[in-house]
Structures are given as structure tokens and as C-alpha cells.
T-cell receptor, first 113, second 112 residues
Framework: DGGITQSPKYLFRKEGQNVTLSCEQN?????MYWYRQDPGQGLRLIYY???????QKGDIAEGYSVSREKKESFPLTVTSAQKNPTAFYLC????????????FGPGTRLLVL | QKEVEQNSGPLSVPEGAIASLNCTYS??????FFWYRQYSGKSPELIMS????GDKEDGRFTAQLNKASQYVSLLIRDSQPSDSATYLC????????????FGSGTQLTVLP
């Protein structure tokens, strides 16, 4: 089955703790993205990567970090510097190029204890 | 700052009616436009993409694009209760930037 997987489905973070959200795709897509969604709002871009070992900040990168060591994987770390991390985190992937369509994983819901 | 605006809703239509969802965007250089459907608690799923002015039909869904007016819409014919969801408009700029800018979504309820 081709698709995008995210884990865990729910994640609880304690104050001062870094947590890592996993995103894996087997669609052979070059580009991968991380978005954050707050209740009643659209998606905001955190980080994106168009090629292995390269990534760029999106609109709200502060307090987050990523890596892209493999084409299939794009983990997101929510650091202790992110003061309001409670949100729904969505990973997406797509082929680079004109009209690129992005497909989303099932999401991870992060809650602060 | 690139902006994508959607009619905030919520929008309610009776079963079998046409639902009309609207979206405007600020970046005149935008080239690709997408509609996603998001059920409560779930991730967005792609419904339609449109790149050229005019209409594009796929089953009960029709996307309409007017680049001169910077306007894109989604029509859902013969609306069903299963169409009840939040619909997100997403706009992709031209050039090397591939990221999407999303609107805040329109919540649609189809009443049986």
C-alpha cells in the first residue's frame, strides 16, 4: 500500500521536553512538508524539503527543527522553545514540478501536559 | 504576505441542493489551485485541482477559476450528508516555490 504514515497518533509533551513526530512516505515523492493546524484555522507551513539533505523554513519555523536524511522520511522535532505546541500536525508529500499535488498523512495530535 | 480568503461559513444546504464555496487569493502570480475536504478530526484529502481559467468537472464537483478576478470556487451538485465537512482552498505560487497557502476553510453541513 502506497501512502504517508505518521506516528504517533497522539503525543503528550511535558514542559521543557523535546518531542519528535515521525513522517514516512513510500510514494517516491521528492518533496515533503510539515503543517500545523489550530482549531478552526487553516494549515500553516512549518518546514519543507524538496530534496534529501536540504530543507527550508516555512512561515512558522520558530521552535521546530527537521531533518531529511532519507527520501522517505522527514521527522519533525518540537523543541522546548515552542511555547504553544498544542495543535494538529500534518505531514504531506508531493512531486516537485508545476501543478504539484500534495497528499497528507493522517496527522499527529500534540497535547501539552 | 500571500493571503487566501474563504467565506467563513458555516454553510448549510438541504440534501440534493447545490453547495457553492468561494475563495479569493492575493498573489496574482499564483498558478495552481486546489480544493481539499477535511472531515472533523481527520487530515485533508484532495478533491480537485485546477490550473487554467474556466470550469473543471469531476463527478458532482466543479471547480471554477478566474485568474483576472483572483477567484476560485467549488460547486457541489446533489449535495449529500456525507459531503458535510470543512473545505479548504489552497493556492500554489509559480516559480520555484512549491508550498501551498491555505485558507481557513468553510464548514459545510448538508441537512437530510
Amino acid at each position: 500500500d502506497g501512502g504517508i504514515t505518521q506516528s504517533p497518533k497522539y503525543l503528550f509533551r511535558k514542559e521543557g521536553q523535546n518531542v519528535t513526530l515521525s513522517c514516512e512516505q513510500n510514494l517516491n515523492h521528492d518533496a515533503m512538508y510539515w503543517y500545523r493546524q489550530d482549531p478552526g484555522q487553516g494549515l500553516r507551513l512549518i518546514y519543507y524539503s524538496q530534496i534529501v539533505n536540504d530543507f527550508q523554513k516555512g512561515d512558522i519555523a520558530e521552535g521546530y527543527s527537521v531533518s531529511r536524511e532519507k527520501k522517505e522520511s522527514f521527522p519533525l522535532t518540537v523543541t522546548s522553545a515552542q511555547k504553544n505546541p498544542t495543535a494538529f500536525y500534518l505531514c504531506a508529500s508531493g512531486d516537485t514540478g508545476f501543478g504539484e499535488t500534495q497528499y497528507f498523512g493522517p496527522g499527529t495530535r500534540l497535547l501539552v501536559l | 504576505q500571500k493571503e487566501v480568503e474563504q467565506n467563513s461559513g458555516p454553510l448549510s444546504v438541504p440534501e440534493g441542493a447545490i453547495a457553492s464555496l468561494n475563495c479569493t487569493y492575493s498573489d496574482r502570480g499564483s498558478q495552481s489551485f486546489f480544493w481539499y475536504r477535511q472531515y472533523s478530526g481527520k487530515s485533508p484529502e484532495l478533491i480537485m485541482s485546477i490550473y487554467s481559467n474556466g470550469d473543471k468537472e469531476d463527478g458532482r464537483f466543479t471547480a471554477q477559476l478566474n485568474k483576472a478576478s483572483q477567484y476560485v470556487s467549488l460547486l457541489i451538485r446533489d449535495s449529500q450528508p456525507s459531503d458535510s465537512a470543512t473545505y479548504l482552498c489552497a493556492v500554489q505560487a509559480g516559480g520555484s516555490a512549491r508550498q501551498l497557502t491555505f485558507g481557513s476553510g468553510t464548514q459545510l453541513t448538508v441537512l437530510p
